[in-house]
Nanobody, 124 residues
């Protein structure tokens, strides 16, 4: 059974940094797509950053230049380094994974497994 467990969320001041981690278990082969999504109160879930099996990355325009997604396949761990955080980055951050070969990792359709989320709060 696939499990994704996020950690690293917290409360920081604007301009601060956080590093989120997502440890996966219950699978043998590395996911084709992995990514971070977030949902702010009263808003729809949105993609933040994704990475495919080949290491190709995609970022939401709002986080380009501030966030970096990376993965350590040996540790089954996905990371999101977040810098220059803004109040608009507030939300629950979810790790996601998908194994559908050839899927478009830019959209949520490529992801079938989700973690429980970790909260990020940024104060101005």
């Amino acid at each position: 059974q696939v499990q994704l467990v996020e950690s690293g969320g917290g409360s920081v001041q604007a301009g601060g940094s956080l590093r989120l981690s997502c440890v996966g278990s219950g699978y043998t082969y590395s996911p084709y797509c992995m990514g971070w999504f977030r949902q702010a109160p009263g808003k729809e879930r949105e993609g933040v950053a994704t990475i495919d099996m080949g290491g190709g990355t995609n970022y939401a325009d709002s986080v380009k230049g501030r966030f970096t997604i990376s993965q350590d396949n040996a540790k089954n761990t996905l990371y999101l380094q977040m810098s220059s955080l803004k109040p608009e980055d507030i939300g629950m951050y979810y790790c996601a994974a998908g194994w559908r070969a050839g899927a478009n990792c830019r959209g949520s359709a490529g992801f079938g497994y989700w973690g429980q989320g970790t909260q990020v709060t940024v104060s101005s």
